[in-house]
């Protein structure tokens, strides 16, 4: 069969693409080497954001873009992406107030906001936000964007992509893509078949450069930076929902966010990085940075002994030249290329997870004198898979089937419609008591497994753990070897185990 689109790469790029074109009436066919967001777009500091810092750059096109989409897409998804409120402590040695309460102006009036509410001052002596914080700040502003739970984004584009007719091959390698007379010849790992498809589309992430090199063996192309970024996640370090963005003397930004109940989330780097891009590690050099970032700010300084998690990831930039990896653009570059009858390929390079709906649009654009038929644009009003309903009744329908599902701990309720929105249902129906759920690894059941490998792509006790979810951080050791050999291929599983409610 010939494709329209063969999608190299499921991370949130590839997989917006696949979505929005499958969509429109295009034949689609997706392929991701590993897991679904095993790439970069698991790894991201998990804000559906403007970029505050990125007006410094003059980066107006995109933070007005990306102002715009943290509604859109909260509407869209409204279970995996909520508000969230940032302070901003005024430091006096760095940026003057006069220009922090002008971005911030800009911040609240680029992007048409509705539904988040706008900035305000506060008074660090008397706000809550003040108590963690050394005694010297006395004053800063309080501001909006949101949250997204990454992985999740991704899971849900190719669960649409898939429902609108595409293709989704995980853990398949595209291993080499050669021009026929007006299309590709595309080889995949473990298949001797040949798939033809008219156009390529490159969305290797950090990849991109690899697979033009390797896979298309191209002499010559545009460069990736990759700019590596790495987060610690510590024990909680205190107690009200807001989170901080904290000013660095380099000039960079530091986040600290609450994290999984338990947890603060503390980042990020950027460092420049060589070489496969495959399974990025923090350095003892980056966890002292974040460290003295945040003991510059709270009152009780973060103990290297508190870390219980790290992660890295590579922002696949385009590489302008600018000198220091902080300052190259965030914005996303798209290159057609491929001459008059040619086959045409497209590849992506950089391009924020807060973009990647308009990145596909844009995409779409691109290749439309391709397809005269191809339909118009379509995301903006679309729900994605579970996110039907308004985005201000979460706690109504949570409550809800907390009453539903009793049999369930309600924080367990919670956790699972935050993951699965109205298809939480689906996962649920015709359960009356804990033993219909199966077998249970900490609050996972089998029942949630089963949904996870028949709609999700799961093969793998990791994917679900740090990718479906954040469980590996609750699951204990011997919950989480349960899980792994439950997974195991060939490994029965162990009869269902009673569990008190
Ligand atoms: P990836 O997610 O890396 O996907 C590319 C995929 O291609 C990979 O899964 C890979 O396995 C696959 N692949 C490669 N080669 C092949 C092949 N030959 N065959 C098949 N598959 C292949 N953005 C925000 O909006 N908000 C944030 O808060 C934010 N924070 C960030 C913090 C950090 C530290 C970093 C690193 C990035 C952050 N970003 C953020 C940016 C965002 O995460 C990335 O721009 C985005 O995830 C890139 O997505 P992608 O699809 O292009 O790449």
């Given at each position: 069969m010939m494709y329209d689109l063969f999608v190299i790469g499921g991370g949130i790029n590839g997989c917006g693409i696949a979505r929005d074109a499958a969509g429109r009436g295009l034949k689609v066919f997706l392929a991701e080497q590993?897991?679904?967001?095993?790439?970069?777009s698991s790894a991201s500091t998990k804000l559906i954001h403007g970029?505050?810092?990125?007006l410094e750059h003059y980066e107006f096109r995109l933070v007005r873009e990306a102002l715009i989409e943290r509604e859109v897409l909260l509407r869209a998804a409204p279970h995996i992406i909520w508000p969230l409120r940032f302070v901003l402590p005024h430091h006096?040695?760095?940026?003057p107030r006069p220009l922090i309460r002008l971005g911030l102006f800009l911040y609240d009036h680029l992007g048409g906001r509705k539904i988040l509410p706008p900035t305000r001052s506060v008074d660090l002596r008397r706000?809550?936000?003040?108590?963690?914080?050394?005694?010297?700040?006395l004053h800063g502003y309080e501001y909006s964007d949101c949250w997204v739970e990454d992985a999740r984004l991704v899971v849900l584009s190719a669960m649409d992509a898939r429902n609108k007719g595409a293709e989704i091959r995980t853990r398949?390698?595209?291993?080499s893509a050669t021009r026929q007379a007006g299309h590709w010849n595309l080889t995949i790992s473990g298949k001797d078949e040949v798939i033809e498809a008219r156009v390529l589309i490159?969305?290797?992430?950090?990849?991109v450069g690899n697979v033009l090199t390797?896979?298309?063996?191209?002499?010559e192309s545009d460069k990736v930076r990759m700019v590596k970024g790495s987060h610690i996640v510590v024990?909680?370090?205190?107690?009200?929902d807001r989170c901080y963005i904290f000013q660095n003397a380099d000039g960079r930004i530091c986040f600290a966010i609450p994290y999984e109940q338990n947890f603060t989330l503390i980042g990020t780097t950027d460092e420049d990085h060589q070489g496969d891009p495959s399974n990025p590690q923090i350095t003892e050099t980056e966890i002292e940075y974040l460290l003295s970032a945040t003991a510059e700010y709270f009152r009780r300084p973060v103990t290297?002994?508190?870390?219980r998690w790290t992660y890295s990831g590579i922002r696949p930039l385009?590489?302008?030249?600018?000198?220091?990896a902080q300052e190259a653009t965030r914005d996303y570059v798209l290159k057609l290329e491929g001459a008059s009858g040619e086959a045409p390929m497209l590849s992506v390079f950089g391009g924020k997870i807060t973009t990647f709906r308009r990145l596909s649009e844009s995409v779409m654009d691109k290749i439309a004198p391709f397809f005269p038929k191809l339909g118009k644009?379509?995301?903006?009003?679309s729900a994605l898979?579970?996110?039907?309903?308004?985005?201000?009744?979460v706690d109504r329908r949570i409550a809800d089937l907390q009453r539903t599902y009793s049999f369930l701990k309600p924080q367990n309720v919670a956790r699972i419609f935050r993951a699965y929105g109205t298809n939480a249902e689906k996962m649920f129906?015709?359960?009356?008591?804990?033993?219909?759920?199966?077998?249970?690894f900490g609050p996972l059941s089998e029942r949630e497994v089963t949904y996870l490998k028949t709609e999700e792509w799961?093969?793998?006790a990791d994917d679900i753990l740090w990718?479906?979810?954040?469980?590996g951080l609750h699951l204990t050791a011997d919950e989480q070897a349960a899980l792994r050999a439950y997974m195991k291929p060939g490994v029965k599983a162990k009869p269902a185990k009673r569990v008190k409610v």
């Open positions: 590993g897991d679904l967001a095993s790439g970069t970029g505050l810092r990125y006096k040695g760095l940026r706000d809550v936000t003040g108590e963690p914080l050394r005694e010297e700040y398949t390698k595209c291993t490159n969305a290797a992430g950090p990849w390797n896979v298309v063996r191209q002499n024990d909680r370090l205190y107690a009200h290297r002994a508190q870390v385009y590489d302008d030249g600018a000198s220091k644009s379509w995301t903006a009003q898979p579970g996110g039907d309903f308004p985005h201000d009744d129906a015709g359960a009356r008591f804990a033993k219909d759920m199966g077998q249970f799961v093969q793998e990718r479906r979810s954040k469980l």
